[in-house]
């Protein structure tokens, strides 16, 4: 059974920094694309950034380039997400998640479609 576990939310004063995380397990780790997202209270779901298993590259939704970092660590079958210079429209609820398939980039990359596998989410909440 394919499980993702997201952790390492919190509240954090806004220009603050946390790192999330997302152990991943029932799958072969490093063949799959994992893609964090989130979702505030009111909006739809977005992409936020993702790590992929085809060609290793990294993508970002425009609105955290420059402040977010996608890494992971395949001993560990942990995928993390480095959030620096946090803003309050930072505040929403982050989910990892990754394609059924291996070895597969979603259409766009950040596309919720895309991926089949969900874990929990982890509450980051950023104060003014």
């Known amino acids: 059974e394919v499980q993702l576990q997201a952790s390492g939310g919190g509240l954090v004063q806004a220009g603050g920094s946390l790192r999330l995380s997302c152990s991943a397990s029932?799958?072969?780790?490093?063949?799959?694309?994992i893609g964090w997202f989130r979702q505030a209270p009111g909006k739809e779901r977005e992409g936020v950034s993702c790590?992929?298993?085809?060609?290793?590259?990294?993508y970002y939704a425009n609105s955290v380039k420059g402040r977010f970092t996608i890494s992971s660590d395949n001993v560990k079958n942990t995928t993390y997400l480095q959030m620096n210079s946090l803003k309050p429209e930072d505040t929403a609820l982050y989910y990892c998640?990754?394609?059924?398939?291996?070895?597969?980039?979603?259409?766009?990359?950040?596309?919720?479609?895309?991926?089949?596998?969900w874990g929990q989410g982890t509450q980051v909440t950023v104060s003014s």
């Open positions: 790590i992929s298993r085809v060609d290793d590259s990294t």
């Open positions: 998640a990754s394609p059924l398939q291996p070895r597969y980039n979603p259409p766009g990359a950040l596309g919720r479609s895309g991926y089949g596998y």
């Open positions: 029932g799958f072969t780790f490093d063949d799959y694309t």
